[in-house]
């Protein structure tokens, strides 16, 4: 995806390198993620994909190297608010509602300026599912549920570690329109995903983990 800015790198990784018993998972790695960029992570079962988007989001310490983020060390101070997580843990409250969900995430993370709640929901295709509790949506359901957290939360950074399971072609499409319309406004994004993903706006950029 072409940047929107190429002078402005907002995720940047230095010599990173994850251990485990003294054995890399992956690594050393470098990588600069600029405004208006995604970037998609390729590797085989095993070489580190979901791992990499846990050290990124401050859950696990990285063996060597650095994060970097709007050039400022990273830590869990300098993401809060700017880098939203979605990975194989949706992050939902079971009992909860989707629209009660939103509300519990614009809580933590802030909100984005103009943004709607009902409107996101409706966005990812769950109007009349919008006070329904979160246990009682099927997987697709519960993984749109999600996405649209992303349509709230302020943040620049995304991290979607395989945001296509559980959707069906609609649904795959759905995730790529966020993906391009948060790059169109400057933001950023990693993904992991085993499957080709294609853009209307040409290629993603590919970082390959091996293991």
């Known amino acids: ?36 960029e995604i970037a998609l992570v390729e590797g085989d079962n095993g070489s580190g994909k979901t791992t990499l988007m846990r050290v990124l989001t401050g859950m696990l310490r990285p063996g060597e190297g650095e994060v970097r983020l709007d050039g400022a060390t ?32 614009s809580g933590l993370y802030g909100q984005r300026e103009g943004a709607d709640a009902d409107l996101a929901l409706a966005e990812v295709g769950l109007s009349g599912f919008e006070d329904e509790p979160v246990r009682r949506l099927s997987a697709g359901q519960k993984k749109r549920a999600a996405l649209a957290r992303l349509l709230i939360v302020p943040a620049r950074v995304w ?18 329109r966020l993906l391009e319309g948060h790059a169109q406004r400057g933001g950023a994004a990693l993904v992991t995903s085993h499957g080709a993903v294609r853009f209307a706006g040409g290629e993603p950029r590919r970082i390959r983990l091996h293991a």
């Open 1 to 36: 995806m072409p940047s929107a800015d190429p002078s402005a790198i907002i995720l940047e990784a230095r010599g990173l390198c994850f251990l485990r018993e003294d054995e890399p998972v992956f690594g050393p790695l470098d990588f600069a993620l600029r405004a208006g």
């Open 74 to 105: 990273f830590s869990l101070d300098t993401m809060a608010g700017a880098v939203v997580f979605l990975g194989h843990q949706l992050g939902l409250k079971l009992d909860l509602s989707p629209r009660e969900n939103l509300r519990v995430s």
């Open 159 to 176: 991290l979607l570690d395989e945001p296509y399971a559980n959707l069906d072609r609609e649904g795959i499409a759905l995730v790529n």
